[in-house]
């Protein structure tokens, strides 16, 4: 995972966003018991435990062994369990195999991560531009795999027959109001010549969203809002499912194999009071919600069926930056979709439900021209993963507060439905 060349954080700052970045964490991890945080339900989700240790790696490894004096890992072996994918950095376990790692103890990755922590918050005082910088991509590191710590166990929860919640329903006061969704209204935009990714010197960013560049846009018109879960049933009880048409050769390919005949969670969709797990366990579909847990394949077939299309990622921050859209994420905990009423904290003039879920564009994974990734292992986290991945734009309920931007580009296989991930409906004008 890279950065582009920012300025360097003031270490006092850094040691104060670090601490509080890595209490989330641990606040994340509370409600589970140790059981939850070992289990892996499924070769692309990782264990809490293992997110947890993974994290505390990352901080131990790429900043306090090259540039603390004479620091000493907590337990050597602690590399080759909870490195991910860095090639530069040694051998590693099998990611399939992370739910085996019933050792070291829940306790003992607790014990790793205030030894590092620790020996971080003394270190950070005394740290060169290089360290600091490595901590900053750290801080952002961690913060994605918050989100993904709430992915994957969700993933582990619905695959309970007890459909167990992670956190006990909101009161229903305190919830979101639960309106009609919006009138879908579309806004409309010119053919024009379009700056794309993040501004230099405007803060931090991975090393993928940049540089910034040109392209040429065609006139297209862009929905008000995501799709919502009643807009969505209907396309399941027409036989949205069941029917080619809709789908690309490989999604459809995929749909027959896996059995998908709705968005995972869903359940009794052909009754009148649907249902949908949740992280609060299984609660009544709320039609005006955004729907999610759609992978690219389901986005595509059903604005296929809509009459319309998949912006790419360079119509959807042309859109949101015209329209003035700031994506900073200041809420938190909601984690689950819900309706925004126009206007909404965080939504952008006509355009609502910024933070609601990842938007799937029609935009492969792809190097913006001119790309270089950070040298050392930091250079393996982006780019070598730019091919057969699709990209979403904006954020998601569980997406950590402060970590949001119109030029994040997440990404992910067209298969992947576990994430929170939804769809925006674009049309193209003249």
């Given at each position: 995972?890279g950065?582009?060349?920012?300025?360097?954080?003031?270490?006092?700052?850094?040691?104060r966003?670090?601490?509080?970045?890595?209490?989330?964490?641990?606040?994340?991890?509370?409600?589970?018991?140790?059981?939850?945080?070992?289990?892996?339900?499924?070769?692309d989700?990782?264990?809490?435990?293992?997110?947890l240790a993974?994290?505390?790696w990352?901080?131990?490894?790429?900043?306090?062994q090259?540039?603390a004096?004479?620091?000493?890992?907590?337990?050597?072996?602690?590399g080759?369990?909870?490195?991910?994918?860095?090639e530069?950095?040694?051998?590693?376990?099998?990611?399939p195999?992370?739910g085996?790692l019933?050792?070291p103890?829940q306790?003992?990755?607790l014990?790793?991560?205030?030894a590092?922590?620790?020996?971080?918050?003394?270190f950070?005082?005394?740290?060169?531009?290089?360290?600091?910088q490595a901590?900053?991509?750290?801080?952002?590191?961690?913060?994605?795999?918050?989100e993904l710590?709430?992915?994957d166990?969700?993933?582990?929860l619905?695959?309970?027959?007890?459909?167990?919640?992670?956190l006990?329903?909101?009161?229903?006061?305190?919830?979101?109001?639960?309106?009609?969704?919006?009138?879908?209204?579309?806004?409309?935009?010119?053919?024009?010549?379009?700056?794309?990714?993040?501004p230099?010197?405007?803060?931090?960013?991975?090393?993928?969203?940049?540089?910034?560049?040109?392209?040429?846009?065609?006139?297209?018109?862009?929905a008000?809002?995501?799709?919502?879960?009643?807009e969505?049933?209907?396309?399941?009880?027409?036989?949205?499912?069941?029917?080619?048409?809709?789908?690309?050769s490989?999604?459809?390919a995929?749909?027959?194999?896996?059995?998908?005949?709705?968005?995972p969670?869903?359940?009794?969709?052909?009754?009148?009071?649907p249902?949908v797990?949740t992280?609060?366990?299984?609660?009544?579909?709320?039609p005006a919600?955004?729907?999610?847990?759609?992978s690219?394949?389901e986005?595509?077939?059903?604005a296929?069926?809509?009459g319309a299309?998949?912006p790419?990622?360079?119509?959807?921050e042309?859109?949101?930056?015209h329209?003035?859209a700031?994506?900073?994420?200041?809420?938190g905990?909601?984690?689950?979709?819900?309706?925004?009423?126009?206007?909404?904290?965080?939504?952008?003039?006509?355009?609502?439900?910024?933070h609601e879920?990842?938007?799937?564009?029609?935009?492969?994974?792809?190097?913006y021209?001119?790309f270089?990734p950070?040298?050392?292992?930091?250079?393996?986290?982006?780019?070598?993963?730019?091919?057969?991945?699709?990209?979403?734009?904006g954020?998601?309920?569980?997406?950590?507060?402060?970590?949001?931007?119109?030029?994040?580009?997440?990404?992910?296989p067209?298969a992947?439905?576990w994430q929170?991930?939804g769809l925006?409906l674009?049309?193209d004008?003249?």
């Amino acid at each position: 995972m890279g950065a582009t060349a920012a300025a360097v954080p003031a270490a006092a700052e850094l040691a104060r966003r670090y601490a509080a970045v890595r209490r989330h964490s641990l606040a994340l991890a509370e409600p589970l018991s140790p059981e939850d945080q070992c289990v892996q339900s499924m070769p692309d989700a990782s264990p809490t435990k293992w997110h947890l240790a993974h994290t505390t790696w990352f901080f131990e490894t790429l900043v306090l062994q090259p540039d603390a004096p004479g620091y000493r890992p907590v337990d050597p072996r602690y590399g080759y369990l909870f490195n991910s994918y860095y090639e530069a950095l040694g051998p590693r376990h099998p990611r399939p195999q992370r739910g085996l790692l019933t050792r070291p103890t829940q306790a003992e990755v607790l014990r790793y991560r205030q030894a590092v922590d620790e020996a971080m918050l003394a270190f950070l005082p005394h740290a060169g531009p290089g360290a600091l910088q490595a901590v900053e991509l750290g801080l952002h590191h961690e913060q994605q795999h918050q989100e993904l710590m709430l992915t994957d166990l969700k993933h582990l929860l619905s695959a309970n027959p007890l459909h167990p919640a992670y956190l006990p329903a909101p009161p229903a006061a305190a919830r979101p109001a639960a309106p009609q969704a919006s009138a879908l209204r579309w806004l409309a935009f010119d053919g024009a010549r379009a700056d794309i990714g993040h501004p230099v010197h405007d803060g931090f960013a991975f090393d993928n969203e940049g540089p910034r560049h040109a392209v040429l846009l065609h006139p297209f018109e862009l929905a008000s809002r995501p799709v919502s879960c009643g807009e969505y049933l209907q396309f399941v009880r027409d036989g949205g499912y069941r029917d080619p048409r809709w789908w690309l050769s490989d999604g459809w390919a995929a749909a027959q194999t896996a059995g998908w005949l709705a968005p995972p969670g869903w359940h009794e969709v052909e009754t009148a009071q649907p249902q949908v797990f949740t992280l609060f366990g299984l609660q009544p579909l709320q039609p005006a919600e955004p729907v999610c847990h759609l992978s690219f394949y389901e986005a595509a077939a059903y604005a296929a069926w809509a009459g319309a299309r998949l912006p790419t990622e360079f119509e959807w921050e042309h859109a949101m930056r015209h329209a003035g859209a700031v994506l900073r994420r200041t809420g938190g905990g909601d984690l689950h979709p819900h309706p925004r009423a126009p206007g909404a904290a965080g939504d952008a003039g006509a355009f609502e439900g910024l933070h609601e879920v990842w938007e799937w564009t029609r935009s492969a994974y792809d190097p913006y021209p001119g790309f270089r990734p950070l040298g050392g292992a930091a250079s393996e986290y982006n780019g070598k993963f730019m091919v057969g991945q699709l990209v979403l734009r904006g954020a998601s309920c569980a997406t950590p507060p402060g970590h949001a931007r119109l030029s994040y580009r997440n990404f992910f296989p067209p298969a992947a439905r576990w994430q929170f991930s939804g769809l925006r409906l674009a049309r193209d004008l003249g």
